[in-house]
């Protein structure tokens, strides 16, 4: 970086980095469970587990909304020299930092999968579901505006990788052609060939 530039990460990036891994060690916890017949008993768990995981979904998808919504309003134009982080990089660093919380989570989620079979998983797989929506909904914002919206990094350090933290004081716009990640979050994908 030079000349007072920044690292910036695109938000919907970093929101949608722990969508895939809470998924997915929901699905395996959640499969580990069903296996279980538990206190409550298989049927009980798994009606239980479904709606553990509707309200999930929709609490991480809600949740912040507006605080979102208020930074993308204020946000400025990102500086020439200011550095766009690759999707790569946001989702491993993302990673990297919370896997330690992701093992606590499966860890705990299949811990209750003895009193409450697939509850736990089910749960977990819930909050990556939210995540995933809580993308696509940034995504739909970006197209709207036609912006698309980045985070400094060194706000995300101190707010431990959440794009709508205390840490964060605002967000960063360019054009929706910059970076590597589509609207959304997702992998740009490339041009077909005519």
């Known amino acids: 970086m030079t000349r007072g530039g920044q690292g910036l990460a695109r938000v919907a990036v970093v929101v949608r980095a722990g969508a895939a891994p809470l998924w997915w060690l929901g ?68 990673r990297r930092g919370h896997r330690w919380w992701l093992l606590l989570a499966f860890l705990a989620a299949l811990g209750t999968e003895f009193a409450v079979p697939a509850a736990g998983g089910l749960l977990l797989a819930g909050c990556g579901a939210g995540l995933w929506l809580k993308a696509a909904w940034i995504g739909r914002l970006e197209r709207a505006d036609e912006v698309l919206l980045w985070v400094r990094v060194d706000w995300l350090r101190a707010g431990a990788g959440r794009p709508a933290g205390k840490a964060v004081k605002g967000y960063r716009t360019t054009g929706v052609a910059a970076g590597d990640a589509a609207p959304g979050g997702a992998r740009r994908r490339a041009p077909a060939l005519v």
């Open 27 to 94: 699905v395996v916890a959640a499969g580990a469970g069903a296996l279980v017949p538990g206190l409550t008993g298989r049927r009980i768990g798994v009606l239980a587990g479904a709606a553990l995981f509707l309200v999930a979904a929709a609490v991480v998808a809600y949740g912040r909304r507006g605080r979102y919504r208020a930074s993308a309003r204020s946000a400025v134009r990102a500086g020439r020299h200011d550095v766009l982080q690759d999707r790569a990089v946001t989702v491993r660093n993302w």
